[in-house]
T-cell receptor, first 114, second 113 residues
Framework: GAGVSQSPSNKVTEKGKDVELRCDPI?????LYWYRQSLGQGLEFLIY????????KSGLPSDRFSAERTGGSVSTLTIQRTQQEDSAVYLC????????????FGSGTRLTVV | AQTVTQSQPEMSVQEAETVTLSCTYD???????LFWYKQPPSRQMILVIR??????QNATENRFSVNFQKAAKSFSLKISDSQLGDAAMYFC??????????FGTGTRLKVLA
């Protein structure tokens, strides 16, 4: 696609439910990243994909968080048994190979856990 | 640990005037990149400017320029002839390795008409 597309744009969920956040990167971008932006904070790295592999998952906060990428394209971030502290904006970005030329970000998913 | 610090939570500038946003960073890497991103209310982060640390010349993109002081680990963003559309959150970031970025906490820029 022309840009990085994320869905849903906003998600309100009850504590304890599972949620799936989707990211569709720019066509041809082999690298994909997930970051989390909490209120008043900078962006926090979650996970990096190169193709379908995730060589760096070091930022995932707990085992309730998982992500996958299929076909070298769409990625899904899944949060199980959501907690209130999971409320944040989840931003996806993509780039060609490594990210040092700069990422292209999507508009994020605002997750609110009530 | 690598850190990026933006000490100005909020700044204001009059339309058509110039404003400078501050950023300091700490890295042990010898080769790295620095970035300024703009985040308008739409939430999409937009790359404003990028600086390669091995280049001494300061990067410039139209009305946006940086003052890169490598020894001081300082990377400030200057916006000239400020426009209403420049109002946004601005994030400074440093590369960490070949793919990860470390972001500061952002500066909210208000542009006054």
């Amino acid at each position: 696609g022309a840009g990085v597309s994320q869905s849903p744009s906003n998600k309100v969920t009850e504590k304890g439910k599972d949620v799936e956040l989707r990211c569709d990167p720019i066509s041809g971008h082999t690298a994909l990243y997930w970051y989390r932006q909490s209120l008043g904070q900078g962006l926090e790295f979650l996970i990096y994909f190169q193709g379908n592999s995730a060589p760096d998952k070091s930022g995932l906060p707990s085992d309730r968080f998982s992500a996958e990428r299929t076909g070298g394209s769409v990625s899904t971030l899944t949060i199980q048994r959501t907690q209130q502290e999971d409320s944040a904006v989840y931003l996806c970005a993509s780039s060609t190979t490594g990210g040092l030329v700069g990422y292209t970000f999507g508009s994020g998913t605002r997750l609110t856990v009530v | 640990a690598q850190t990026v610090t933006q000490s100005q939570p909020e700044m204001s500038v009059q339309e058509a005037e110039t404003v400078t946003l501050s950023c300091t960073y700490d890295t042990s890497e010898s080769d790295y990149y620095l970035f300024w991103y703009k985040q308008p209310p739409s939430r999409q982060m937009i790359l404003v400017i990028r600086q390669e640390a091995y280049k001494q010349q300061n990067a410039t993109e139209n009305r946006f320029s940086v003052n890169f002081q490598k020894a001081a680990k300082s990377f400030s963003l200057k916006i000239s002839d400020s426009q209403l559309g420049d109002a946004a959150m601005y994030f400074c970031a440093s590369s960490s390795g070949t793919y990860k970025y470390i972001f500061g906490t952002g500066t909210r820029l208000k542009v006054l008409a």
